[in-house]
T-cell receptor, first 110, second 114 residues
Framework: KNEVEQSPQNLTAQEGEFITINCSYS?????LHWLQQHPGGGIVSLFMLSSGKKKHGRLIATINIQEKHSSLHITASHPRDSAVYICAAFYGGSQGNLIFGKGTKLSVKP | DTAVSQTPKYLVTQMGNDKSIKCEQN?????MYWYKQDSKKFLKIMFSYNNKELIINETVPNRFSPKSPDKAHLNLHINSLELGDSAVYFCASSQGGARNSPLHFGNGTRLTVT
């Protein structure tokens, strides 16, 4: 069964802290996505990766294919980072499908 | 300019009614999707279209019928609405599918069936 597991489910941090959100998945994925859902409900794509590491501003995403694991890191966290972060794995070929994790709700306190 | 726009933003209706949600993207993408987000905030694919052709049709009641008049539009029509259809529906698009490129989401349509 193709599954995506995220941890933690909820995370509270103080402003400035380094944050890590974890995602594990089953074999055979073609790509992994990290999404951010704002408190207002909108969803934004942060990263799509199939190997290695990507960085955008204070956000870093890594993936370890052998361990079937990806992490999203936020450096120098800020209250505006408060959101739900969702990991999604693409299983299958050209007619494959994104399977979503249940999300990690992050709250960054000033 | 909004990249992926869906209307309406809110939809409140009674059981048994038929309703439609419209989605348009101006990104020139070839693939469009409908996702459902339930009350627990869990996202799940409903349909995927590539160049107007149905690619993915997950286990969705046949009361849900997507229609893609052209590759920039993917509308969702729902017949005989039920209480369990209450959710937030997101339209999204990508170029070449989610295996190859990131998704761009619309702002969602919150459907409430009473």
């Amino acid at each position: 069964k193709n599954e995506v597991e995220q941890s933690p489910q909820n995370l509270t941090a103080q402003e400035g802290e380094f944050i890590t959100i974890n995602c594990s998945y089953s074999v055979g994925i073609s790509a992994l996505h990290w999404l951010q859902q704002h408190p207002g409900g909108g969803i934004v794509s942060l990263f799509m990766l199939s190997s290695g590491k990507k960085k955008h501003g204070r956000l870093i995403a890594t993936i370890n294919i052998q361990e079937k694991h990806s992490s999203l890191h936020i450096t120098a966290s800020h209250p505006r980072d408060s959101a739900v972060y969702i990991c999604a794995a693409f299983y299958g070929g050209s007619q494959g499908n994104l399977i979503f994790g249940k999300g990690t709700k992050l709250s960054v306190k000033p | 300019d909004t990249a992926v726009s869906q209307t309406p933003k809110y939809l409140v209706t009674q059981m048994g009614n038929d309703k439609s949600i419209k989605c348009e993207q101006n990104l020139g993408h070839d693939t469009m999707y409908w996702y459902k987000q339930d009350s627990k905030k869990f996202l799940k694919i409903m349909f995927s279209y590539n160049n107007k052709e149905l690619i993915i049709n997950e286990t969705v009641p046949n009361r849900f019928s997507p229609k893609s008049p052209d590759k920039a539009h993917l509308n969702l029509h729902i017949n005989s609405l039920e209480l369990g259809d209450s959710a937030v529906y997101f339209c999204a698009s990508s170029q070449g599918g989610a295996r190859n490129s990131p998704l761009h989401f619309g702002n969602g349509t919150r459907l409430t069936v009473t």
